[in-house]
Nanobody, 117 residues
Framework: QLVESGGGLVQAGGSLTLSCSVSISMYSINAMAWYRQAPGKERELVAEIISGGSTNYADSAKGRFTISTDNRRNTVTLHMSSLKPEDTGVYYC?????????????WGQGTQVTVSS
């Protein structure tokens, strides 16, 4: 229900935009986010956007990454600039819904981002 695209190989200092296509109603979603998992490391939050539009970023992403949603196109986008080799990893799209039975979580399959030095 979440499908990422836009990953690839980019040189340090370059830019890349990731997109996540969402097949569930955007209006039923509580939060959407992008996570990153670097080789040998745990998955970590990169950026999130909460219903209402507030955003949060990892310290490493502040000033360089921007998360946004398009409710008409049912997408969430992560624009990344001034990329660094340490941004390398598999990027996962995340969404959750707050249901009567509890929180329903969705993950995409991930897209690889490689930043060369």
């Amino acid at each position: 229900q979440l499908v990422e695209s836009g990953g690839g190989l980019v040189q340090a200092g370059g830019s890349l935009t990731l997109s996540c296509s969402v097949s569930i109603s955007m209006y039923s979603i509580n939060a959407m986010a992008w996570y990153r998992q670097a080789p040998g490391k745990e998955r970590e939050l990169v950026a999130e956007i909460i219903s209402g539009g507030s955003t949060n970023y990892a310290d490493s992403a502040k000033g360089r990454f921007t998360i946004s949603t398009d409710n008409r196109r049912n997408t969430v986008t992560l624009h990344m600039s001034s990329l660094k080799p340490e941004d390398t990893g598999v990027y996962y799209c995340y969404a959750d819904q707050l249901l009567a039975a509890g929180r329903q979580v969705y993950w995409g399959q991930g897209t690889q981002v490689t930043v060369s030095s």
